[in-house]
Every structure is written in structure tokens, then in C-alpha cells.
């Protein structure tokens, strides 16, 4: 009997070993973030990092001949789709990790879940001091508010604040790093005249800029996202509120400009993160996203990135399971990252040890490291 070329080819793929089969079989991420809804644009900006990280670790051949992939669940940043995100996440043996989610309170809500299943739970945009707080199988390479807050108000005091007035999201994040601000701010000589919070969806600031200028400051702290950031001192500018304006890392971005135009000139934005940073690895990484994606990224795409080389170092060092995922989150050191230059976690925090941030200042419509020059008065 012939046989045809095709049934040949068949009957010889079915003789190959096993192992090589399982060799070719992607090791797998879940992510939890906002692909639609208000937040859709920081989701957007993490498939850009996870991307641009997987051309490199894939196009080496991966880890150990296996591709790395990803399943992006979108759960809008929202704590009761994270929840149902994390089950969905949890009951996946091919997911080893999970990522995400963006918001605090959507990562913190359904953090239960991946302790209960031992699956880490890698919140690489939280800085809720709680939220490693949830189960030992929490871990960021975020900064913590509790950490940033002191040294956005060292920054005030610096830039010569002693009497700002402090606007918030009044989310637990946004609430959580007013308190630490606040908390910091006296003994740094500066009392804080006034406290806004404002809503995720507000989008009219004037009434709260107008009781922030009547206790009479003498500069404004934003802890906002970069488009509330960026709407709000807009609106200062056009309702006459001529006042130095400060605002935390979560306001950096190039859409914060984009956004802002003329009224964010001369606003300074702190930062882990700035793509004018002349390290090697730092601008290998800004010109392979700049050809991509025809912009400069942020540290919400530099923050995916990192994730991601760290998530294959991870594989390729300990293991690809879930139990691996946890025991090299506890031994490994020095991880290259464009943020940090190297990262080395605390065990006992489950954060990263020895960040340092930069202050940077909008001039001519770009980012520049501050300096040093005060604000003007008035």
C-alpha cells in the first residue's frame, strides 16, 4: 500500500519525543488590567512594555527554547472584575504568575484569592503600602506611598513650599498618600494649608482650585493620575491660580504634557523613571520603543517592561511553576531594570530595596531633570 506524502509526515511528527513537544509550549503569564473603561490608556501602555521586553526574550529564543506569552484579562481596574479576573486566573494551571492589577484597590480586593491558590500576585504598578500586606505571595517593584510621600515632600520643601495646599484622588490610594504627605510635612517646616479630594470621574476643578487659593498657599501638590494631573493644572492656569505645582511619579507621563499643553509648563513631576537617563540599558530601551511605537515611553510601559525581564529571568533561574515563581521572588538579586538600574527585593516588605527618584520639570513642552532654579513668586 502507498502511503501519501502527507500521512508520511504525520506518522514522523507522531514519533517525535515527548520533551521536544513540551519544549515548544509557551510558558505563560496572566495579567489583570484595564483594557477598556476609564483607565483603558495604562493598560494600552503595558501591552507596549510587555511587548517590546517578549521581542527581545523570544527573539533570543526564550527560555530555554520556550516562548514566553501572556493572557491579558481586562478587568477595567475595577475591584469586582479583578475578583473575577483572579478566579478565572487561578483556575488556569498553564499561569504560573499573574500581573497586575493597575489600582490598588482592584489588586487588593482580589488578592484573597491568589494567596488562597499560592499563584504570586505581581502588582508592578501598586504603591498601596498594604498591598504586600495581603499574603506573603504579594510582591511590587513599585515604590510604596509610604515611601514616596516623604520624598515628594522633601522635593516641596526643597522647591520652597512652606504653606501648600494638597489636591487628591479620593480613592484609598489617593487618601492613603495624602495622609503620608501630610504626616511628613511638619518636620520638614511646611504646614499644609488646605486638603481637596476630588473624584475619579470630576472633570470641572474650578470650585475646589478656588477654596485651595482662598487658605491662601503658597504652591499645589497634585496626587493624581497624569490626566487629572495634567486637567487640573489647566484649569489653575485659566482660573488664575498662579502657583508652583508639584506632583507624585504617577503623573509622569508624555501624555501629562499632551494633556496639560501650556497650562503644565513649569510644573515639576517627580519620577523613578526618565527616558533623558544616560544609562546604556536606559536608552537601548527608549530608541527599540521609540522605533516601535513612534513615542516615548513612560513608567508605566517602562514598569511592564521590567516585569516582564524579570518574570523570564525568574523561569530561566528557578523554575516555571507556581511554586518556583514565589521561591525566586525570595532569592533573586540584582535584576536589571530600566527604572532602578538593579533591583534586589526585601523579604520582609516583598518591595523593592533602594529606589531613588528624580525631579523633573515641564520646560519648552518637555521633561527635564529640575535644575535647581526655585519657582518664581507669585
Known sequence: MRLSRRTLL??????????????????????????????????????????????????????????????????QSDPRQSVAVAQKLVADPRIIIELGDFASPASMAASPIYQRAKLVQFGFTNSHPDFTKGGDHMWSNSTSQAEEQPNLAGYAAKLGFKRPALL???????????DAFVAAAPGLGMQVVDVEGYLAAEQDFRPTLVRARDSKPDGLVLLSYYADGALISRQARDTGVKLPILAGTSNYSPKFIEL????????????????????????????????????????????????MVLFSL????????????????????????????????????RRVLGANYKLLQVKDQKFMVWDGTPPAAG
Open 168 to 178: 487628591h484622588l479620593n480613592t484609598d490610594w489617593g487618601r492613603t498618600a495624602k
Open 260 to 307: 496639560g499643553g501650556q497650562g503644565v509648563e513649569g510644573d515639576w513631576v517627580m519620577s523613578t523613571f526618565f527616558p533623558g537617563d544616560p544609562r546604556p540599558e536606559v536608552q537601548d530601551f527608549v530608541t527599540r520603543y521609540r522605533k516601535k511605537y513612534d513615542q516615548e515611553p513612560d513608567s508605566f510601559s517602562a514598569g511592564a517592561y521590567d516585569t
Open 10 to 75: 504525520a506518522a514522523a511528527a507522531a514519533t517525535l519525543p515527548a520533551v521536544r513537544a513540551r519544549a515548544a509550549e509557551p510558558i505563560m503569564a496572566g495579567v489583570s488590567g484595564p483594557l477598556t473603561g476609564p483607565n483603558a490608556q495604562y493598560g494600552a501602555q503595558w501591552k507596549r512594555g510587555f511587548d517590546l521586553a517578549l521581542d527581545g526574550i523570544n527573539g533570543a529564543g526564550g527560555v530555554k527554547g520556550r516562548p514566553i506569552e501572556y493572557v491579558f484579562e481586562d478587568s
Open 314 to 349: 525568574l523561569c530561566a533561574q528557578f523554575g516555571t511553576t507556581r511554586e518556583a515563581m514565589q521561591a525566586g521572588l525570595l532569592a533573586i538579586k540584582d535584576v536589571p531594570s530600566v527604572i532602578y538600574g538593579r533591583v534586589t527585593f526585601d523579604p520582609a516588605t
